[in-house]
């Protein structure tokens, strides 16, 4: 089950946010006013006792406001479940989502409230699946808008030209990502951005030729042939952006059962 988090994060600032300013306005002072009646209006008169669902409340909601704020506006913690960004991102690892780089959005409704920039070439970035929105993916944009995208032969066209590449080597991996050990590795460079990616030889070829849409973006995965992207289901509408992902703070391999110290810190490129 898909638990809306953003959703639970709202409901609970307004709950609790709602419980203290109620009881402020209303109930305390008539709490004040009863033991002032009992106590015969003396100044040694005893500070009422606070409801323990106030007490709470007071506690709670200035932190889930202020992880409301963060995550909604800031940054956003994700983990990374598949190794279809390989080499760039592992199974396992933990990543930091920029939340304003592309504008900010209110939370559930994701509505643009203001505009700060716009997805490049280049950028890896987090959106909510077009085919169901309660799933986060994470990609690489190759096409902006009015780009003609072409795939073919496991080579990348942007507007005619291809991206340019040099092979470093066969990819050596361990645990979660062993099973991509043996794929050739190159080195791809998109408007500057330098990145590597994974290509099998004997991995599928899914030629592709498409010109993305005015507020739309081609994605691919760096793991050329083990990832489900624009070339199976189409671009990312604008609205369904997340935001820009910028480090890797953790790795837990799943298979060999520990932290990856030498990934914490990492910044993505």
Known sequence: MNINFPAFLVLATFVTGAIWALDALFFAPRRRAAVAVSS??????????????????????????????????????????????????????????????????????NTKIVEIGEPQRGDVIVFRYPEDPSIDYIKRVVGIPGDHIRYSEKRLYINGEPVEREPVGKYIAEGASASMTGAMRYRETLDGVTHDILVRSNGFNRDFEFTVPEGEYFVLGDNRDNSRDSRFWGTVPEANLVGKAFLIWMNWDPVAGGITWSRIGTLIE
């Not at 007490?55 to 506006?73: G, H, T």
């Not at 956003?76 to 939340?99: A, C, H, Y």
């Open 40 to 109: 015969g209006g003396t100044s040694a008169a005893e500070e009422p006792r606070v409801p323990v669902v106030v007490e709470y409340a007071k506690s709670f909601f200035p932190i889930i406001l202020a992880v409301l704020l963060l995550r909604s506006f800031l940054v956003e913690p994700f983990r990374i479940p598949s190794g279809s960004m390989m080499p760039t991102l592992l199974v396992g690892d933990f990543i930091l989502v920029n939340k304003f780089a592309y504008g900010l959005r209110l939370p559930v409704l």
